[in-house]
T-cell receptor
Framework: GAGVSQSPSNKVTEKGKDVELRCDPI?????LYWYRQSLGQGLEFLIY????????KSGLPSDRFSAERTGGSVSTLTIQRTQQEDSAVYLC?????????????FGPGTRLTVL | AQKITQTQPGMFVQEKEAVTLDCTYD???????LFWYKQPSSGEMIFLIY??????QNATEGRYSLNFQKARKSANLVISASQLGDSAMYFC????????????FGSGTQLTVLP
């Protein structure tokens, strides 16, 4: 009965470096979401995957951000040439389907610090 | 675009008392849902309760209940018999309109339960 897992839990990087954040959703969940939470703020949507459909990338803040979901399961969020304003907690969530009433289960997040 | 407003950045409540956390929303969708999530200091987002706009009765889950007033576009969370472990950030959220399914979050309310 594993929940959503994310790795690493913490990542410190230098400005300009690339980082990869991983999300392992709950088995059988077809929908996967990435959100970003800056200190003391609410959650900001980044990207949404549903089954084999094209992802909804409307929340990605710049072309330095990209995400993949391989085999309908594990997802990787990549941030290229990191900037200090990218420092935040990156949360992944999954849900059984993409319906509005489907509860989203969140992972513990990855805290990214860009020096 | 849909909007969620939480007007209480911080709330205090005495242990064992009830507390109401406010949430108002704006949507043009005839059918929608409201979620409440709890985020302790550890960072994970914990689903608390969901209310669909066409649900006949207010949702309840243990000590959590929703005071849902469609005419006022409010979906306040009521926590009865507060416990010290209830101290956390609380977010109201709803899926936006259209085909997207990502949650739109309010800015949150930091609840502190006093012994």
């Amino acid at each position: 009965g594993a929940g959503v897992s994310q790795s690493p839990s913490n990542k410190v990087t230098e400005k300009g470096k690339d980082v990869e954040l991983r999300c392992d959703p709950i088995s059988g969940h077809t929908a996967l979401y990435w959100y970003r939470q800056s200190l003391g703020q609410g959650l900001e949507f980044l990207i949404y995957f549903q089954g084999n459909s094209a992802p909804d990338k409307s929340g990605l803040p710049s072309d330095r951000f990209s995400a993949e979901r391989t085999g309908g399961s594990v997802s990787t969020l990549t941030i290229q040439r990191t900037q200090q304003e990218d420092s935040a907690v990156y949360l992944c969530a999954s849900s059984l389907g993409g319906q509005a009433y489907n509860e989203q289960f969140f992972g513990p997040g990855t805290r990214l610090t860009v020096l | 675009a849909q909007k969620i407003t939480q007007t209480q950045p911080g709330m205090f409540v005495q242990e064992k008392e009830a507390v109401t956390l406010d949430c108002t929303y704006d949507t043009s969708d005839p059918s929608y849902g409201l979620f409440w999530y709890k985020q302790p200091s550890s960072g994970e987002m914990i689903f608390l309760i969901y209310q669909g706009s066409y649900d006949q009765q207010n949702a309840t889950e243990g000590r959590y209940s929703l005071n849902f007033q469609k005419a006022r576009k409010s979906a306040n969370l009521v926590i009865s018999a507060s416990q010290l472990g209830d101290s956390a950030m609380y977010f109201c959220a709803m899926p936006p309109s259209g085909s997207a399914r990502q949650l739109t979050f309010g800015s949150g309310t930091q609840l502190t339960v006093l012994p």
